[in-house]
């Protein structure tokens, strides 16, 4: 059995190709399977736009099919209470996912307070549900139900009252990962993408407070994991070094040269993070409000500058955290062929950095790396069952001494090439 009802929301769909708009998304939930795609909207071409948001798409917002058992009209009048609650939890979760996984802070984390006052009856009419036997044939139950004049004004006033949303399509795997696994976001993801909703409404203040306490946090699991894995601390060692020097201006001022690599420090820029920690500071201890005479651009420059630091930590706080099982799969490499043990770099999401040097300097050929390709990728694939090498794996190739390399993406190995 099938039923059906749309959530109008104005949403914007912006991407690189007038193709890549269509997008929609199916996921488990309960003993029901849910897919959402967005309604109505024409796609259209911004000429002088950067390539990944040439094309936008007008929608009108979510439609949600759910296919399943009990979903005729009598089983959802009967059950009004416990059908109205499985609607409720997966619009949030579909919202949630779509909120932190595409950054789009104007979508709401908890149900409106406009529709959990509603009573029963209006609100299962407010969802305008249809339903069908074969999904082909629809019935809507609000041509079974009598309303009041006064509920009925209230349906038509409606709860979602919303700023307009905007989605880029290049997170949409990202969300479609997330509603098919259940997934939450990261501790950073969340306050990042509060402060994104505050810099559009131009609240700066709150933005950042929220980007720093994003900053703090993913600092403070950068710190546990570097120090537990790369140094064998105690917990409680840990614990008691982080009591010494609890300052987030502090961490980034100074510790930042113990713990990153020249290399990752070369891409912060310290001065405007540490601006913005004092803008923080300003406001939480001292006058709770920002300096009046800065201009809107430094605030916005502060803040992404901020969120360079926190991916850095971030990636940093996840490749050590994967160190012993990415080890293991160098082990097994280099133990099939004569090379050095590779060092193997997680990326965002599943993409993955392979670097391998052969003892050799004369290059191996094709047939061998593409022995090696195939070799990471099954142990990758184990390890990681979203990893797809055509699409993930990017492997460089090199001679010893360096003086040539190749390297493998797309699924396939490139030519060898002088440095």
Same mark, same amino acid.
């Given at each position: 059995m &099938? !039923? $059906?009802?749309? =959530?109008?929301?104005? &949403?914007?769909? =912006?991407?690189?190709? !007038?193709? #890549? +708009?269509? /997008? #929609?998304?199916? @996921?488990?939930?309960?003993?029901?399977?849910?897919? =959402? #795609?967005?309604?109505?909207?024409e796609p259209k071409e911004i000429p002088d736009s950067e390539r990944h948001a040439r094309f936008y798409r007008q929608t009108k917002g979510f439609s949600f099919t759910l296919e399943g058992p009990n979903l005729s009209v009598e089983y959802i009048r009967q059950h009004q209470p416990e059908f109205l609650d499985v609607i409720r939890t997966f619009v949030l979760r579909t919202f949630r996912a779509i909120r932190y996984f595409g950054i789009v802070p104007e979508l709401p984390e908890t149900m409106l307070p406009a529709i959990l006052k509603l009573e029963p009856d209006l609100e299962l009419w407010h969802w305008h549900v249809d339903v069908s036997p074969d999904g082909q044939v629809w019935e809507s139950i609000n041509d079974s139900m009598k309303l009041k004049s006064s509920m009925l004004w209230g349906a038509l006033v409606g709860p979602w009252t919303l700023d307009h949303c905007e989605l880029n399509v290049i997170w949409w795997s990202a969300i479609q990962e997330a509603l098919e696994l259940n997934l939450e976001p990261s501790a950073e993801s969340e306050f990042y993408t509060n402060a994104v909703g505050h810099v559009r409404k131009k609240n700066f203040r709150l933005a950042i407070v929220e980007i720093i306490i994003g900053l703090e946090i993913v600092m403070t699991q950068f710190l546990r994991a570097h120090l537990n894995q790369k140094h064998n601390l105690s917990k409680s060692k840990i614990n008691h070094f982080l009591d010494q020097f609890d300052s987030i201006y502090y961490r980034v001022s100074v510790l930042l040269d113990v713990v990153l690599h020249p290399s990752w420090l070369r891409e912060i820029d310290r001065k405007k993070i540490l601006d913005v920690i004092n803008w923080r500071n300003a406001i939480a201890h001292k006058t709770g409000r920002l300096p009046a005479d800065i201009p809107e651009q430094t605030y916005r420059e502060g803040i992404s500058a901020v969120r360079e630091l926190i991916d850095i930590l971030a990636t940093r706080r996840d490749n050590i955290k994967a160190e012993p099982e990415l080890d293991q799969i160098s082990i097994k490499l280099a133990a099939? !062929? #004569? %090379?050095?043990?590779?060092? %193997?770099? +997680?990326?965002? $999401?599943?993409? /993955? $950095?392979?670097? %391998?040097? @052969?003892f050799s300097s004369t290059p191996s050929d094709e047939p061998e790396l593409q022995h090696l390709a195939a070799e990471a990728s099954r142990l990758l694939q184990i390890r990681d069952s979203k990893f797809d090498a055509k699409e993930h794996l990017t492997i460089y190739f090199k001679t010893l001494g360096g003086e040539q390399q190749n390297y493998f993406a797309l699924g396939r190995p490139w030519g060898w090439e002088k440095k």
């Open positions: &099938f !039923a $059906r009802f749309p =959530v109008y929301i104005t &949403f914007y769909l =912006v991407g690189p190709s !007038a193709e #890549s +708009l269509n /997008v #929609s998304a199916r @996921f488990t939930h309960g003993e029901h399977l849910v897919e =959402v #795609s967005f309604i109505d909207g099939q !062929a #004569s %090379i050095f043990r590779p060092l %193997i770099w +997680l990326e965002k $999401r599943h993409a /993955v $950095r392979m670097d %391998i040097v @052969f």
